[in-house]
């Protein structure tokens, strides 16, 4: 019930400003991001790595509109790809990158300079022997991501996709991506989108994130399973076991902070297990997306406002 308003709130300025403007340093927002420097995020993907596991880091900031902040995103990115090498990491972490924060909502070019900026992240990437997945955002970006995912694959085909199991599409969008050496994470989706294009009851999201999963396990790509649900990690194994991929021709995906005990378990078992890690100073759309999954931590959440 909670899960709309929640979506909604993360697109609004007004609460956005109120909020962040408050000391939040600690409780919930630490939960799920680490800290707002490279530093700490490079501290916090030591740590992860030292215990098995993979990590993905995204720069958080989304919907730039303006140029200067798009370039600053970019440089953000070559600044973490330069520390996570000098520090030893860049093999077990890649970076994943929002469209929207390198300028694809930019009014004049917008896919033209995204696709530049992402070019120039992928480049540094593979310099550093990483690679790079562009998140998904609404459905109103799905179609110039994949654009732009299309003309960075001809120099980058190493390149993630992301695609979200709620929306009609994404089963067709699946065949279409799971040839070899394409790499797809499949999430569930965290957008607040219309019954137009995307399912709206959890159990239907459901039957459709298993039914992508099946077209991505069967083919000849490398799928990346982004969930927590219990149910999906047991089906993505079977499909596994049905489809004879072995351990590292597929991996686990989960966000830090999120069942943490489950990604030990699923790389002590010899799973490739991979966190996706965000830092940054713009944590509130990311949070409020947090929220909205699990509303029960909203009083966790208002409480870490008042007690500061
Ligand atoms: P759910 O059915 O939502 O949750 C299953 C169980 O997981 C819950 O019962 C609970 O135990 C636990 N859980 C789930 N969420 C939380 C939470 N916030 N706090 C505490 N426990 C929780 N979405 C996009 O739209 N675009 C992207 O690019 C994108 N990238 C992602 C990358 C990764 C690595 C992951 C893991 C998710 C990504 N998502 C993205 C978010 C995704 O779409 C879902 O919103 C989110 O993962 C919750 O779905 P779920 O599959 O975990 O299942």
């Not at 303006?66 to 370039?71: H, M, T, W």
């Not at 999201?205 to 099946?214: E, H, I, N, T, W």
């Given at each position: 019930m909670l899960r709309q308003p929640l979506l909604m709130l993360a697109r609004s300025d007004k609460v956005k400003k109120a909020v962040t403007a408050m000391p939040v340093s600690s409780g919930i927002v630490h939960r799920y991001v680490p800290g707002e420097s490279t530093e700490s995020a490079v501290d916090a993907t030591r740590e992860l790595i030292e215990s098995g596991l993979h990590v993905t880091l995204d720069f958080l900031g989304e919907d730039t509109f303006?140029?200067?902040?798009?370039?600053a995103t970019v440089a953000a990115y070559l600044d973490l790809l330069r520390s996570l090498t000098e520090n030893g990491l860049s093999r077990n972490a890649e970076v994943s990158v929002k469209l929207s924060a390198v300028g694809q909502a930019l009014p004049d070019q917008g896919e033209k300079v995204?696709?530049?900026n992402a070019r120039s992240i992928c480049q540094a990437a593979r310099n550093a022997g990483t690679t790079v997945t562009l998140d998904m955002e609404d459905h109103t970006t799905t179609d110039s991501t994949l654009g732009i995912l299309r003309e960075l694959r001809k120099d980058f085909p190493e390149t993630g996709a992301v695609l979200q199991a709620y929306l009609h599409r994404t089963?067709?969008?699946c065949r279409?991506?799971?040839y070899e050496g394409s790499r797809v994470r499949l999430c569930k989706g965290a957008y607040n989108e219309p019954e137009s294009v995307a399912f709206q009851d959890k159990h239907e999201?459901?039957?459709?994130?298993?039914?992508?999963?099946?077209v991505l396990m069967a083919g000849q790509g490398y799928p990346m399973i982004a969930s927590h649900d219990p149910r999906m990690i047991d089906i993505a194994g079977a499909l596994a076991t049905r489809n004879g991929r072995a351990q590292g021709s597929y991996e686990y995906q989960m966000l830090y902070g999120i069942r943490p005990d489950e990604q030990r378990r699923l790389a002590e078992a010899g799973e490739k297990m991979r966190v996706y890690l965000p830092y940054g100073q713009e944590w509130y759309g990311y949070l409020m997306r947090r929220l909205a999954e699990r509303p029960s931590n909203l009083t966790f959440f208002l409480h870490s406002l008042v007690s500061k």
């Open positions: 303006d140029r200067e902040q798009a370039d995204a696709l530049d089963e067709a969008d279409d991506l799971a999201v459901d039957k459709a994130y298993v039914r992508a999963l099946k």
